[in-house]
């Protein structure tokens, strides 16, 4: 795994701050509304230049929401959302059409998200001849070039994402990412619907991407083997809210939260002996109605009286060197050896 890059502590790319994405339930025939389902609810991230930053957790606890607010795709509830020290909530209209070149995604189902009437040509060029940054005499050049800067053959440009294998699929999808020149990608479960071996392809080739461009990505997925592979910084989430963040090794070598842990002891690891399973019990509360105080307590092993009334805050470990590190559990400081 590369090395984290060095940054000055407030040399942030992204920075979200007490970011809430809550969707309104309506009900009777006025549609008014009775409750929120909390899909994100109270996170804070940082992301700096040029470092991958993984989004982990299970399905439905809102790393893809999150993802999809931070692209203007989600409406935010409240919060705020600082990309390249602008305030993304008060950009409209133009303001925000200049900054979203800067700023792109590639989603989990590459099949889905291209335009099945449109060429390899018109998909990878389409963004920079709206954002005028070439000429329309420029984009079979300009085509060719980002499809060899992906690994593909640059005589594919009259053909159609049909004619195409999901992990050619998805270097076009990647390609029409880097054709706007980004600083940050949200890559949302970019490898999941692929086979390992292609999964291993992208994988790389984002790392190099990377290398060579500078890009950042917030890297959601449900596969922490994937995540080690690719980040520097590890984020997990449960039911809207971040259980544990902090350098990747660190989480997964010495998980402080019982939640990490669980997520951990799922991997098989080849040739090495399998981690304790640590079962939670029942099934993932409603994030329309979530438990009071910490929302795992429920299903936790490790679980408190006062559990079940305080909702823990993402705090530094005790006697943990690692900066930046920091977990949402009342017993951060004494489970440590149990978990692993």
């Not at 500078?214 to 997925?221: H, M, N, T």
């Not at 409603?286 to 079940?308: I, N, V």
Request: hydrophobic residues 40%; contains cysteine; aromatic residues 4%.
């Amino acid at each position: 795994m590369t090395e984290t890059p060095k940054h000055k502590a407030d040399d942030h790319l992204l920075a979200i701050d007490r970011l809430r994405v809550w969707f309104p339930i309506r009900r009777g025939i006025f549609s008014r509304v009775s409750g929120y389902v909390r899909a994100v609810d109270d996170v804070s991230l940082r992301i700096t230049p040029g470092e991958t930053l993984g989004l982990v957790g299970e399905s439905g606890c809102g790393k893809t929401t999150l993802g999809r607010a931070l692209v203007g795709l989600e409406p935010v509830h409240t919060g705020r959302i600082r990309f390249e020290d602008r305030d993304m909530a008060g950009l409209h209209g133009r303001e925000r059409r200049r900054l979203s070149p800067r700023l792109q995604m590639i989603f989990q189902d590459p099949a889905a998200s291209l335009n099945p009437r449109m060429t390899v040509r018109d998909i990878v060029t389409e963004g920079l001849l709206a954002h005028d940054m070439i000429k329309r005499r420029e984009s079979d050049s300009e085509a060719r070039r980002l499809l060899a800067e992906v690994g593909l053959d640059k005589n594919i440009l009259n053909r159609y994402p049909h004619e195409f294998s999901g992990g050619q699929r998805q270097r076009i999808c990647i390609a029409r990412a880097l054709s706007m020149r980004p600083r940050l990608i949200v890559c949302d479960e970019a490898v999941s619907a692929l086979d390992v071996s292609v999964q291993a392809q992208v994988l790389n080739l984002l790392m190099d991407l990377r290398e060579r461009h500078g890009q950042a990505y917030l890297f959601i997925s449900h596969d922490l083997s994937v995540v080690r592979h690719i980040a520097q910084r590890v984020a997990i989430m449960y039911m809207g809210r971040l259980a544990e963040y902090g350098p990747v090794d660190t989480v997964m070598n010495r998980p402080r939260h019982p939640y990490t842990s669980m997520l951990l002891s799922s991997i098989l690891v080849p040739l090495q002996p399998r981690r304790e399973r640590i079962v939670p019990a029942g099934d993932v509360p409603s994030p329309a109605a979530p438990p009071a105080g910490c929302r795992f307590h429920p299903r936790c092993p490790f679980a408190l009286p006062d559990c079940r009334r305080i909702e823990p805050e993402p705090e530094p470990v005790a006697g943990d060197p690692t900066a930046g590190r920091r977990c949402a559990c009342l017993r951060r400081n004494e489970l440590a050896d149990d978990l692993i």
